[in-house]
């Protein structure tokens, strides 16, 4: 137990490398200020499609190579990512920088989550996935926060400063993971101790190939208790990411002051901290079902009072980034208990591929429509859409089920709260 305590603990260490705190208050701006709005928005662009396009190959990786080993590649690149931002000198290179970036994040997209999640299945103590991922969240949060208001000092020293120090903390991430123990990949519990001298956390001599991974993927697309929730979630990831690059802007015609928005940006990460540390009781109070179809009364409500009362948009941000904080673990533990260890990761990029497709694309046509309408309009009228939409599929397909609703299979241990549908 003392040994599980001091790798969770760890685990947790390597998480903080991953905040982008330093980066966050000054990366876009810079580009801003160095080639204009129009490269920000392309830089965007590329990254969720790159993200895109690397979710299923680096996946794949992290169920072929290992799950340190995908996740060490991860922090290696955003640290060479980070140290040479501010070096580069044409659009076009930062362009290939962030596609190149997409692939770091994407080495860590689903295998994070399926690290810890074998780690506690191991011991029997997969039910603790949502508190103890929400933890993490927790801890992530809580290192931007801080560094996000140490790059407003730092970045008076020279832009490369706070990038300079981000690319050293995501560094520091490669040996701290590459120290935690191999996950028991496709092992039962009994099973792990004789696994424990193994070297890497691959599968065994039966290699998961790319055939089986895509078959893994269409085998899971087509059971309902998993395309319809994933369909869902994404409607509202995509209200968070059309919605989130605009946030300056609204508050600014709101009246907050420019001087005050990196204040803002930081009591957002501490919000969403406090959110994070909250999903495992949310579960426990509410169940995933009930928190899922909720989702559609808060959103619509929250984004229609901006219409009425435009100063609410503020405290908007602080909702919409705390629900997706507490969201994000209740919706990886329901793909989690309803998809087998090897190919895990594949099964969750591949939902986080579903996610970026249909956010990266909203996000290219947004644009339009906030010179049609403005930022504070655009923002209320997306909010009220997309809730209506997110309102009908769940009346249409009813996405939370039990384990093993719609495709004849008995029912698992399951939360209470998901009760049993009937299939499309």
């Given amino acids: ?48 499609f790159a993200l895109l396009a690397a979710e299923i190959p680096t996946g794949y990786l992290g169920d072929r ?36 970036w997409a692939f770091g994040w994407a080495f860590r997209s689903g295998t994070e989550q399926a690290w810890l999640y074998e780690f506690l299945a191991a011991d029997g103590d997969d039910d603790e996935y949502t508190r103890l991922s929400g933890r993490g969240s927790t801890v992530v949060l809580l290192t931007s926060a801080a560094t996000a208001v140490a790059a407003g000092w730092l970045v008076g020293f020279g ?69 319809w929730v994933v369909a869902y979630v994404a409607v509202f990831h995509v209200l968070f990411a059309v919605t989130r690059p605009y946030e300056s802007p609204v508050a600014e015609q709101v009246g907050v002051p420019v001087a005050a928005l990196g204040g803002m940006f930081a009591a957002f990460k501490l919000v969403s901290a406090g959110a994070a540390s909250t999903a495992g009781w949310v579960r426990d109070a509410l169940g995933t079902r009930r928190v899922f179809a909720l989702l559609v009364p808060v959103y619509g409500l929250a984004y229609a009072s901006v219409a009425f009362v435009p100063a609410l948009v503020v405290p908007v941000f602080f909702l919409n980034r705390s629900v997706q904080t507490v969201v994000r673990p209740l919706r990886d533990q329901y793909l989690n208990d309803r998809i087998a260890d090897v190919g895990r990761a594949t099964v969750l990029s591949g939902a986080s591929m579903a996610l970026s497709l249909a956010s990266g694309t909203a996000t290219l046509v947004s644009g339009r429509f906030v010179d049609a309408l403005g930022p504070l309009w655009f923002f209320a009228a997306t909010g009220v859409a997309l809730a209506g939409v997110g309102g009908v599929l769940w009346l249409a397909v009813d996405p939370v089920r039990a384990t093993g609703a719609g495709d004849g299979s008995e029912d698992g241990d399951e939360d209470d709260s998901l009760a049993p549908t009937a299939a499309d």
């Fill in 1 to 48: 137990m003392d040994a599980d305590r001091r790798t969770l603990w760890r685990y947790y260490a390597y998480l903080a490398t991953t905040a982008y705190g330093f980066y966050l208050p000054v990366g876009l701006l810079y580009l801003q200020r160095e080639f204009g709005w129009g490269v920000v928005g392309l830089t965007q662009g590329v990254f969720a």
């Fill in 65 to 100: 190579i290992g799950r340190r080993a995908s996740l060490a590649a991860g922090n290696a690149i955003s640290a060479g990512a980070l140290g040479v931002f501010v070096f580069l000198q044409t659009p076009t290179q930062y362009v290939v920088l962030y596609a190149v």
């Fill in 159 to 227: 832009w490369a400063v706070p990038l300079l120090a981000n690319a050293a903390l995501s560094a520091v991430g490669v040996p701290l993971v590459l120290s935690l123990p191999a996950a028991a990949v496709g092992a039962d519990p009994e099973s792990v101790d004789d696994a424990a001298g193994d070297d890497d956390d691959r599968p065994g001599d039966d290699a998961f190939t790319v055939r089986e991974a895509v078959e893994m993927l269409r085998v899971q697309a087509a059971r309902p208790e998993v395309r």
